[in-house]
């Protein structure tokens, strides 16, 4: 039984990158959201354009979405598997190792709870802040900014994504400007944009 997780949890292999041409099978990427193939906002659509990124790279895309109500719920959209694994982290832990995931792709609303579900093991983690509700934000408060100063309203907790992603990326230059004055970490901006403009 244990050798049938060592390769997500053992050191991995270094693999020759194959022309874009002949790419091999690279595995199963997810892309997780909270509404998954429930296209509510810009992110879960922003998803379902990285899925084609994905596929083209030579993954199978895997939509995933971490809505309790809708847990247990797979279809298919778009072509492509689409399920709801519920909220609980180790529900989305099982999900991960029992589908032999190579890579996760998870946007704001997710973070923490994806970054715990991959603690310990050795799948590539690719996170992307899209919104501001795991990187701002104040318990003891309401609103992302401070109403008198503007100042932002950092959370305590970032760090953790920070330190468990294996890339990170801002979807604006406002964004990347917030995390930056923040935590002192300058992510790549990969922008938004919809299907419909060229």
Do not use: M
Request: net charge neutral.
């Amino acid at each position: 039984a244990i050798a049938r997780w060592r390769p997500f949890y053992g050191a991995r292999e270094r693999v020759e990158t194959a022309s874009r041409t002949t790419r091999a099978k690279r595995g199963v990427a997810v892309l997780i959201s909270r509404n998954g193939a429930d296209l509510y906002g810009g992110g879960e659509h922003f998803l379902e354009n990285a899925a084609e990124h994905h596929a083209r790279q030579g993954f199978e895309p895997v939509i995933v979405g971490t809505r309790e109500d809708l847990h247990g719920e797979e279809r298919i959209a778009s072509g492509r598997r689409c399920v709801f694994v519920g909220d609980r982290t180790a529900d989305l832990r099982k999900f991960l190792l029992e589908n032999e995931v190579s890579l996760v792709h998870a946007i704001s609303g997710v973070g923490f709870s994806v970054a715990n579900a991959l603690n310990y093991t050795n799948i590539p983690f690719l996170y992307g802040v899209h919104f501001w509700n795991e990187l701002l934000g104040d318990p003891e408060q309401t609103g992302y900014f401070d109403d008198v100063t503007g100042e932002s309203r950092f959370r305590r907790e970032f760090p953790l994504i920070l330190s468990r992603a294996t890339a990170i990326y801002a979807n604006s230059h406002f964004t990347q400007r917030i995390i930056e004055d923040g935590f002192g970490v300058r992510c790549p901006v990969v922008f938004a944009v919809p299907r419909e403009v060229a």
